[in-house]
């Protein structure tokens, strides 16, 4: 019983960081995508080449946003803080899916 707990154990300490990880891979891919969330139009961020700067830069997520469902909220509808925002309602619009928002927010809070 305690080697099958401690093996339980053990195995979820690893799939968990890895399981990070690939969300982490996926939302960039999703927010780097021209036909998803294209967030280099209008932000600077990470190593992103010729970006836009009509938005702020996407740095230090954790500590602009740390209220995780706040950032969540920002992607899934902006206009809910800020009506006059150029950013598109990225869920209400059902431009990403409720995953795919979650590994963008995911990938956000690694910068």
């Not at 154990?9 to 690893?14: D, H, M, N, Q, Y």
């Not at 969330?37 to 970006?51: P, S, Y």
């Not at 902006?78 to 431009?95: A, D």
Request: hydrophobic share 40%; glycine share 6%; charged share 25%.
């Amino acid at each position: 019983m305690r080697k099958e707990l401690l093996s339980a154990v053990l195995i979820s300490a690893l799939v968990s960081p890895l399981a990070i990880a690939d969300a982490v891979k996926q939302g960039k891919e999703i927010a780097w995508s021209r036909k998803k969330g294209n967030c280099l139009t209008c932000h600077m961020m990470d190593d992103g080449q010729q970006t836009g700067n009509s938005g702020p830069p996407l740095m230090a997520m954790k500590a602009r946003y740390p209220d995780r469902a706040m950032l969540r909220q920002q992607i899934w509808d902006p206009t809910k803080r800020n009506p006059l925002t150029n950013m598109p309602p990225f869920g209400r619009n059902k431009i990403l899916t409720e995953a795919e928002i979650d590994a963008v927010v995911d990938y956000l809070y690694s910068l």
